[in-house]
């Protein structure tokens, strides 16, 4: 398994370095500003922490462009952003404000933010296969040099879409590239009851797709891997399957009782992985302790702002819940707009003008 931890750390790489742990602080912080902020009930829906997983985050979208494309999960904070979503953007989302980036009607689980390429957090499990399949073949068919990158879980993979856009990807040499985080867990369940192979990556064997097995703690060796495969699909190298190790050190959502592991299991491979403690280690000499603090400050600024911007921002109007569920713009002469003002007038004939901005339930 590849990673980095002997290696260098200088120069050019070293900045790289830093730019990691910047973002994968901005991650940790937000996140747990959102378990903070879900247990004071400022937050409704649900919410599913990537903590212990940053690295995967950072060291990936660090090789994309903003026109490059992303997919994610229901575990897709840390996703959205490294890709480039704002943190005050993010925030509202999550308390259900329109100023979010889906005007506060998607929360956690369904943020999309098409500006910086990322097509959508998911609640449907490998709901993002069949969204890259289909950005990839885009690129191809637009003839840019685009790639569409697919974070998923380890569970995932035991579901039909996985397979059939894996096989898709491969046989028509799609500029695609699949990021397991391999976390360990499906909701409750361990993956050793779940599948009989330990690499998930020989999965990628079976349809003819180059793979590599990552130490997903570590941002370098995430970054690295996944910087060849862009290079691959860039140049028209086709798919590449990127396993990365990793482990999420909370619940499977924020109240998940965590019955099926022991406190013991969290703290052990915490104490010995941090993603974040291990890239601080790695830049231990160059990065002094302030140098470190500062990141940790400026974090928690940002993320209080964005909390700031957040209650300062009305809820979304009840009526705009009609609009944006298909493509199309708001001019009134659009079809889609009839379309939506359609519904809307007949589900809501007395709509009041502004809502309570509740989302929906179910993970
Ligand atoms: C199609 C579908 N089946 C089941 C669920 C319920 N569910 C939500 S998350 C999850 C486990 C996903 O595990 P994994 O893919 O390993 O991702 P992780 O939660 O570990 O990040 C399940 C079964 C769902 N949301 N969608
Ligand atoms: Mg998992």
Same mark, same amino acid.
């Given at each position: 398994?590849a ?18 742990l ?17 247990l ?10 990537s ?25 897709g ?9 704002s ?29 910086v ?20 073949l ?50 409750t ?28 703690f570590?941002a370098?060796?995430?970054?690295? *891997?996944?910087?060849? $495969?862009?290079?691959?699909? =860039?140049?028209? +190298?086709? %798919? ?7 482990? !999420? ?22 104490n ?5 403690v ?42 705009? *819940?009609?609009?944006g $569920?298909?493509?199309?713009? =708001?001019?009134? +002469?659009d %079809? ?7 519904? !809307? ?19």
């Open positions: 398994m990673n980095t931890l002997s290696a260098p750390v200088e120069g050019s790489r070293r900045e790289l370095g830093i730019a990691m910047r973002t994968m602080i901005r991650i940790r912080v937000l996140e747990e500003g959102i378990e903070k902020h879900f004071a009930g400022d937050i409704p829906g649900f919410a599913h922490l903590i212990g997983q940053e690295a995967v985050a950072a060291g990936t979208c660090t090789n994309l462009r903003t026109g490059d494309a992303i997919a994610s999960t229901h575990r904070h840390g996703h959205t952003l490294a890709k480039g979503t943190m005050r953007a993010m925030v509202a989302e999550l308390f259900a404000r329109a100023t979010g980036v889906c005007k506060g009607k998607g929360g956690s689980m369904h943020i999309a933010d098409f500006s390429g990322m097509l959508g957090a998911n609640g449907v499990v490998a709901g993002g296969f069949g969204l890259v399949a289909g950005a990839a885009s690129a191809v068919q637009r003839k840019t040099d685009q790639v569409a990158v697919c974070f998923f879980g380890d569970g995932a993979t035991n579901r039909g879409p996985f397979h059939e856009n894996l096989n898709l990807c491969a046989i028509w040499n799609l500029p695609a590239i699949f990021v397991l985080e391999n976390n360990r867990y499906a909701s369940t361990s993956t050793a009851e779940t599948m009989k192979i330990v690499d998930v990556a020989r999965r990628a064997d079976g349809y003819g797709m180059a793979s590599v097995i990552v130490d997903g570590d370098f060796a995430v970054y690295d *891997a996944v910087g060849v $495969a862009v290079q691959r699909a =860039r140049s028209g +190298g086709g %798919p590449t399957f990127v396993e990365c190790k990793t482990f !999420r050190a909370r619940g499977h959502y924020i109240g998940d009782p965590e019955r099926y592991r022991a406190k013991t299991e969290v703290e052990d491979v915490m010995a992985s941090d993603p974040i291990r890239m601080q280690a790695l830049l231990g000499d160059a990065l002094a302790a302030a140098a470190f603090e500062a990141l940790w400050n400026e974090a928690r600024a940002e993320f209080a702002d964005a909390v700031a911007f957040a209650r300062s921002s009305p809820p979304p109007e009840r009526t705009e *819940a009609f609009f $569920a298909y493509s199309g713009d =708001r001019d009134p +002469g %079809p889609v707009h009839a379309l939506e003002s359609r519904e !809307r007038d007949r589900f809501m004939p007395f709509a009041p003008d502004v809502g309570s901005g509740s989302q929906g339930s179910g993970h």
